[in-house]
């Protein structure tokens, strides 16, 4: 069974920075992509980035040019490094893979709590 060990989150003024990890147990990441998402009471979990075993990345429009994902495959690990951090974007984060058609595996884990706020 795949499991996520998420963490990294915390309180942050805006501006600040947070780096976010994820390790990944139970499959071996190499050949996935991997991604992050995040989720807001009351809302759909929501797509933030990914990165391709390639290391192709890719964002959502509203964290491009603050958000960066990378991965350390030998970790079995994938992170998220927030700079410029904006109250927009506090929310619970989680990581999985994505496909073209949502994610592939059914389990999440329980998350790293982002809360940006003065």
């Known amino acids: 069974q795949v499991q996520f060990k998420e963490n990294g989150g915390a309180l942050v003024q805006p501006g600040g920075s947070l780096r976010l990890s994820c390790v990944v147990s139970?499959?071996?990441?190499?050949?996935?992509?991997m991604g992050w998402y995040r989720q807001t009471p009351g809302t759909q979990r929501e797509y933030v980035a990914h990165i391709t075993y390639g290391h192709m990345r890719s964002y959502i429009d509203s964290v491009k040019g603050r958000f960066t994902i990378s991965r350390d495959n030998d970790k079995n690990a994938v992170y998220l490094d927030m700079d410029n951090l904006q109250p927009e974007d506090t929310a619970v984060y989680y990581c999985n893979s994505p496909t073209d058609v949502g994610v592939r595996w059914s389990t999440w884990g329980q998350g790293t709590r982002v809360t940006v706020s003065s």
């Open positions: 139970g499959t071996d990441i190499t050949i996935y992509p």
